[in-house]
C-alpha cells in the first residue's frame, strides 16, 4: 500500500511527540490523514515543537496528554482506542548527561518502555513501533580498525551485548521485551534502530544537548561562549538527518513490522573535529576550535551497513551531512533569536 494512505483515519498515538523525532513524525502522519495524540512529559520536548510557524499540528487540548509515562496508569490512558502506537519517549541526552545520571536513566527507560509495552498489550494496540539506538552496540566493537576503518555494524552484532552506556542497555532491553512480546503474537512490533540524529526540534541546552546542537549553539553564541570541543575529536559517528528519520518511521508500518530491528543510519561516519569545522564554516565566523581532553568521548566510531533496511524497507538517506547541518543550524539560529 501507499505511504500515502495507509495512514489515513487511523488512529495513532506518539509517545515522545513534542520531542525532535516525535514533533516531525507527528508533522507527516498529519499530513497524512491520520487521527494523532501525543504523550509527553516534556522533559525535553517542547509545545512549540508542534506547532510550527505557529499552527497547532493537533488539538493541543484534546489530543496532546503531558504525561509522565513511568507512571502505568498514564500509559494505560493514552494508549486506549489506538491502531497504531509509536514508542518514541525516553530520556535522550547528550554525553555528560547520559554518563553523570546511568542508575536514574536507566530505571526511567526501563519503566517507561516496560510500562508502554504492556498497556499496549493490554489495550489490544494492533501494530507498535520501538526504536532502539546504535549507543546499544558493544563498546569494544565501536572503534577503527587498525587501518582506520570504521565498523559497519550489522544488525545481529548487537549481541553478545555490552553497550558502553546504560542508555544503550536501556534502549537495547526495549527492544528485547517487544520483541518478547511480538514472539508470543501479543501484537505486531517495528523495530529500528537508530544512529545519531540531528535536525530542527533539537534540545539546546548545555545540560541536556547532544553534539550537533551543542556545537551550533558555541557558533552561534561564539565569542560569547567558547568553541570547545569535548574529548579528542577523533571520535566519529553516523549521523542521520531527521527527515530520513521520519521515512524510515512511516515505512516500517507499512513493509517492516516483524521483520526484526532494522538499522537506519549512513554507511560512514564523521568525525567531531570535521563536523566542529563544518559548523564553523557554517556560521560564517572567525573560529579557533579548542579540545578538552578531559571530558569523555563515548564509542571510538561505529555506521551503519544499511543493507537491511534497503532489502525490507527500500529506505536510503537522502539528506546529506552538509545539507541537513545547514537547515538544523538555521533553525537553532531562529529558535535561539525567538528565545532571546
Ligand atoms: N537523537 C538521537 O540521536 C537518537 C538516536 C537513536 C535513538 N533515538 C531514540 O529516538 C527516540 C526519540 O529521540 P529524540 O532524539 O527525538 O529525543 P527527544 O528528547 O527530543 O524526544 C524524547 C521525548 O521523550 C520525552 N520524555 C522523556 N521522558 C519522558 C517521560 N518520563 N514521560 C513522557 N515523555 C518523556 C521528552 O520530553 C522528549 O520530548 C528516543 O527513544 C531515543 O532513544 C534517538
Redesign the pocket.
Known amino acids: 500500500m501507499s505511504l500515502d494512505t495507509i495512514f489515513k483515519g487511523q488512529r495513532v498515538l506518539v509517545?515522545?511527540g513534542?520531542?525532535?523525532?516525535?514533533s516531525h513524525l507527528v508533522a507527516a502522519l498529519v499530513q497524512r490523514g491520520a487521527q494523532v495524540s501525543v504523550?509527553?512529559?516534556?522533559?525535553?520536548?517542547k509545545r512549540e515543537h508542534l506547532a510550527p510557524g505557529g499552527q497547532p499540528l493537533i488539538d493541543m487540548d484534546r489530543d496532546f496528554h503531558q504525561?509522565?509515562?513511568?507512571d502505568a496508569a498514564a500509559c494505560a490512558q493514552v494508549t486506549a482506542n489506538c491502531d497504531l502506537v509509536y514508542h518514541?519517549?525516553?530520556?535522550?541526552a547528550g554525553i555528560n548527561y547520559v554518563f553523570g545520571n546511568q542508575f536514574s536513566l536507566f530505571n526511567?527507560n526501563l519503566r517507561?518502555d516496560s510500562n508502554m509495552l504492556h498497556a499496549a498489550v493490554a489495550n489490544k494496540v494492533p501494530k507498535y513501533v520501538y526504536?532502539?539506538?546504535?549507543?546499544s552496540y558493544p563498546a569494544a566493537l565501536s572503534v577503527s580498525d587498525a587501518e582506520g576503518r570504521t565498523p559497519l555494524f550489522r544488525e545481529e552484532q548487537v549481541y553478545p551485548a555490552l553497550p558502553e552506556s546504560s542508555y544503550g542497555w536501556s534502549?537495547l532491553m526495549g527492544e528485547y521485551h517487544a520483541e518478547l512480546a511480538m514472539n508470543e503474537g501479543l501484537l505486531q512490533v517495528g523495530l529500528l534502530r537508530?544512529?545519531?540524529?540531528?535536525g530542527p526540534?533539537c534540545?539546546m541546552s548545555p545540560e541536556r544537548s547532544?553534539v550537533i546542537p551543542s556545537l551550533i549553539r558555541k557558533a552561534i553564541r561564539h565569542p560569547d561562549e567558547p568553541y570547545v570541543v569535548w574529548g579528542s575529536g577523533k571520535q566519529r559517528r553516523a549521523f542521520v538527518y531527521v527527515d530520513d528519520i521520519v521515512d524510515a518511521l512511516l515505512r516500517v508500518v507499512d513493509v517492516g513490522l516483524g521483520r526484526g530491528a532494522i538499522q537506519i543510519g549512513p554507511d560512514y561516519s564523521t568525525s567531531i573535529r570535521e563536523l566542529a569545522e563544518e559548523i564553523a564554516r557554517i556560521s560564517g565566523k572567525d573560529i579557533d576550535i579548542s579540545y578538552d581532553p578531559t571530558r569523555r568521548e563515548g564509542d571510538g566510531d561505529r555506521a551503519a551497513d544499511w543493507r537491511k533496511a534497503r532489502e525490507v524497507l527500500g529506505w536510503e538517506p537522502r539528506v546529506s551531512l552538509t545539507e541537513g547541518l545547514a537547515r538544523t543550524y538555521d533553525w537553532c539560529r531562529h529558535a535561539m533569536a525567538k528565545a532571546g
Open positions: 509517545t515522545g513534542a520531542g525532535q523525532i516525535g504523550a509527553d512529559s516534556l522533559w525535553r520536548g504525561v509522565d509515562l513511568t518514541l519517549a525516553d530520556v535522550v526511567t517507561i526504536v532502539g539506538t546504535a549507543c534502549k537508530f544512529h545519531n540524529v540531528y526540534h534540545e547532544q
